[in-house]
């Protein structure tokens, strides 16, 4: 079936840093790939999105690049804020045909340090 | 607009009691999910809904049911509560497809 997996946290960065969390996918077919991001004590929010291969989403300073030949979608951002210390959730989607449900990876723990 | 409302936000239950988490929305999204969040295993489909009247089991339903009387609401229930489903509760809903809008969260507690 359908995965996802996310390189382990947590990730403990200093402000200003670069930052790359690694995301990986299994599917058939063609899915949509995502990244959410869960604040402390907060639901999740979209982040950014792509939809086919070799699309780029970005979103707040954050990129990611839907590379079929690799499977990959991982998330960079050039200098990190305090501010982004949260949890980062990549997905994928088996599309409206399939409920537009989302399969997600195990997460991702950023924590910023000044 | 309020997006996705859940209640309660906490709640602790004794093994084998019942209880009903109620999840609303008010952007007229057609679906609607509920999600588990378990340390390490990131977000399980519990049930979804993509309209008023249909729900489908998703990835982990045993244990619990739902309904989707009217198109804001989404009612998850737990008939016989196990400790094994001590979890942060998510709700989220969304137009028609993977672009989701999630509320704050229910943690519940099965001693």
């Known amino acids: 079936g359908n995965s996802v997996t996310q390189m382990e946290g947590p990730v403990t960065l200093s402000e200003e840093a670069f930052l790359t969390i690694n995301c990986t996918y299994t599917a058939t077919g063609y899915p949509s790939l995502f990244w959410y991001v869960q604040y402390p004590g907060e639901g999740l929010q979209l982040l950014l999105k792509?939809?086919?291969?070799?699309d780029k989403g970005s979103n707040k300073g954050f990129e990611a690049t839907y590379r079929k030949e690799t499977t990959s979608f991982h998330l960079e951002k050039g200098s990190v804020q305090v501010s982004d210390s949260a949890v980062y959730f990549c997905a994928l989607s088996e599309g409206v045909n399939q409920g537009g449900k989302l399969i997600f990876g195990q997460g991702t723990e950023l924590s910023v340090k000044p | 607009n309020a997006g996705v409302t859940q209640t309660p936000k906490f709640r602790v239950l004794k093994t084998g009691q019942s209880m009903t988490l109620l999840c609303a929305q008010d952007m007229n999204h057609e679906y609607m999910y509920w999600y588990r969040q378990d340390p390490g295993m990131g977000l399980r489909l519990i049930h979804y809904?993509?309209?008023?009247?249909?729900?489908a089991k998703g990835e982990v339903p045993d244990g619990y049911n739902v309904s989707r009387l009217k198109k804001q609401n989404f009612l998850l229930g737990l008939e016989s509560a196990a400790p094994s489903q001590t979890s942060v509760y998510f709700c989220?809903?969304?137009?028609?497809?993977?672009?989701?809008?999630f509320g704050p969260g229910t943690r519940l507690t099965v001693t």
């Open positions: 792509a939809t086919k291969a070799d």
């Open positions: 989220a809903s969304s137009p028609q497809g993977p672009e989701q809008y």
């Open positions: 809904s993509v309209g008023e009247g249909t729900t």
